[in-house]
């Protein structure tokens, strides 16, 4: 057992006065977890707990008073150590949800995050302003990894269809396991570079691109910095690169009447209005995250 390990599993025992109990474990983590600095101690806590137990939300709360065995404590430890050395919880459990579809993660993709749904807001809000969403849609995701923004875009559009590209086969291929996964049959996947591979039309092209200045890579959180693929985050010395592509790719591909939503990173959404402008697509206003960061950026084909 680890010096951690063996830290939690005293701070259990003391919290439950005899053999460490499941609510106790939970305390004990968070207590740990708190400590170390993570984000979010007590969702950590739980979840951990949940997964080594293969319990859920409901059957972890009504089961605090348990106590645990040598077996079950093992598990936990196991996990909180690898939490505890900045893995994040979803690449521990194996998927993260999204748009309230569970997603499986693996070391080929980011994990998707819950900024990320506000490329999903924004997309949909330009359907919903162009017409039904129960009309047919061609959509393309841009460097999909996990299929997150396709799988959450042909959840709320009954009768559409989409594409997701990523250079990464391993990506292409936890993408298309989740679209099975999830009984997703009007998504598919090509191995190219962003839109390399494709012709048109669509009516939607959305991306997630890498966006993060290669300097800045090395000054990133340690669970992005250490777990996620570079090639996901890497775009370029300033950033920009693989805004310039998708600008370069979005007019032959869209439709007339047809949007682009992108990702913002920090600070961007004025480099990127002008990087889409110089490549006739008019951008309108970045949609704010809950953070209020701008976050997703809407463009059409100039007129």
């Known amino acids: 057992m680890t010096v951690a390990g063996h830290e939690i599993a005293m701070r259990a025992r003391r919290d439950s006065r005899d053999a460490p109990t499941i609510a106790g474990m939970r305390r ?22 949940g997964h080594a137990l293969s319990l859920d939300h409901v059957a972890l709360a009504g089961a605090g008073a348990a106590v645990l065995d040598a077996k079950q404590r093992s ?15 979803a690449r521990i459990v194996g998927y993260k949800e999204f ?3 569970k997603l499986s993660v693996n070391s080929s993709t980011l994990v998707p995050r819950p900024e990320t749904e506000t490329v999903v807001e924004a997309a949909l809000a ?23 923004l396709l799988l959450a875009l042909l959840a709320e559009l009954p009768d559409a269809a989409g594409v997701g590209t990523d250079i990464s086969l391993g990506a292409l291929s936890l993408a298309r396991d989740n679209a099975r996964r999830l009984k997703f049959e009007r ?15 669509f009516d939607l092209i959305v991306s997630n691109p890498p966006y993060i200045a290669s300097d800045e890579i090395a000054v990133l959180a340690p669970e992005v ?16 690169n693989f805004y310039r ?36 697509l008019a951008s309108s206003p970045p949609r ?16």
């Not at 004990?28 to 707990?49: K, N």
């Not at 061609?138 to 996990?146: E, P």
């Not at 998504?187 to 039309?201: E, H, I, R, S």
């Not at 910095?225 to 920009?240: S, W």
């Open 245 to 280: 592509a998708i600008a370069g790719a979005a007019r032959p591909l869209l439709k007339p009447d047809g949007a682009l939503v992108v990702e913002l990173g920090a600070s961007q959404a004025q480099m990127v209005t002008a990087i889409f402008l110089q490549a006739g």
């Open 28 to 49: 004990a983590l968070t207590e740990e977890f708190r400590a170390a600095g993570l984000d979010s101690p007590e969702l950590d806590a739980r979840i951990l707990v």
């Open 225 to 240: 910095r250490d777990f996620d693929p570079r090639v996901a985050l890497d775009g370029g010395p300033d950033g920009l």
């Open 99 to 101: 748009w309230s579809l």
């Open 75 to 89: 598990a936990i430890m196991a996990l909180a150590h690898r939490r505890l050395s900045r893995e994040p919880v």
């Open 126 to 148: 330009a359907i919903d302003a162009a017409g039904s969403r129960a009309r047919p849609l061609q959509i393309v995701d841009l460097g999909t990894g996990s299929g997150a």
């Open 187 to 201: 998504a598919a996947f090509v191995a190219c570079d962003m839109a390399a591979a494709l012709q048109g039309p």
């Open 288 to 303: 704010h995250d809950l953070h209020g960061q701008p976050r997703a950026l809407f463009a059409t084909v100039s007129r």
